[in-house]
């Protein structure tokens, strides 16, 4: 499968969504960055981020070729720029499976969310390939972002489904400025709590607490991100 996660609007959770949720769940899948000015991947602690310019499709274009699997990760200030070098190719619409719009609460957000939905469109994007991907959640997606669920079952140019998000967390931060994963923090085998419990050395103590809120913090947030991802591509 190959995916493309973009929007026009920046700051509404690309590369998390690419990294946390698509990466973990796709592991042979290739990485791809069309970035140039705002994180990537690799600022999150990914290895192996092939990084391109929007300008340059034909590049990735070849690259995709050669991979059954493949993220593509469009930053906000190269979406114009790979729409317009998209256009040149013959079908290059079809070179991916799903494409992935994340979406927060934000109005200008989902407002640039839906200018992406319909760009697609535009280009000849089967509605069954645009997926909205609402991010940043607190309770309930579908109160959070009306617009956005009604605007699907109004024009039917994007699937969306209440299953599919994400919810808003401080473990992602935690995780960017320590570059590490769901994976190396849940599953390192330690117990903290025991470590904290029988340090001696208070600071050591409270620095084994602090892992052990962290690590019981990413344990449902991975659990969401795993509900997530079955529900997105399927």
Do not use: C
């Not at 140039?36 to 929007?54: C, H, W």
Request: aromatic share 10%.
């Amino acid at each position: 499968m190959k995916i493309a996660v973009l929007n026009y609007s920046g700051s509404v959770g690309k590369t998390v969504a690419a990294h946390h949720l698509l990466k973990p769940r796709m592991p042979e899948a290739a990485f791809f960055s069309v970035e140039t000015i705002n994180q990537s991947a690799s600022d999150l602690g990914a290895s192996e981020v092939s990084q391109l310019q929007g300008k340059k499709f034909g590049e990735l274009l070849e690259a995709l070729v050669l991979e059954e699997d493949a993220i593509v990760d469009v930053g906000a200030s190269n979406i114009e720029a790979f729409f317009e070098s998209m256009s040149r190719f013959s079908d290059s619409e079809r070179e991916f499976d799903l494409y992935v719009i994340p979406v927060t609460p934000d109005q200008k957000a989902w407002q640039e969310s839906l200018k992406t939905v319909e760009a697609l469109f535009a280009i000849g994007v089967d509605a069954e390939n645009v997926r909205l991907l609402p991010n940043r959640i607190t309770t309930d997606p579908a109160d959070e972002i009306a617009a956005i669920f009604n605007y699907v079952k109004k024009t039917g140019k994007a699937r969306i489904s209440e299953n599919a998000y994400l919810f808003e967390s401080e473990i992602y931060g935690y995780l960017a400025a320590k570059r590490m994963s769901f994976t190396e923090l849940i599953d390192d085998g330690i117990d903290y709590r025991a470590l904290a419990k029988s340090e001696a050395d208070g600071e050591k103590a409270k620095e084994y607490a602090r892992m052990y809120r962290w690590k019981k913090l990413a344990i449902p947030v991975r659990n969401n991100l795993d509900d997530a991802y079955t529900a997105l591509v399927t």
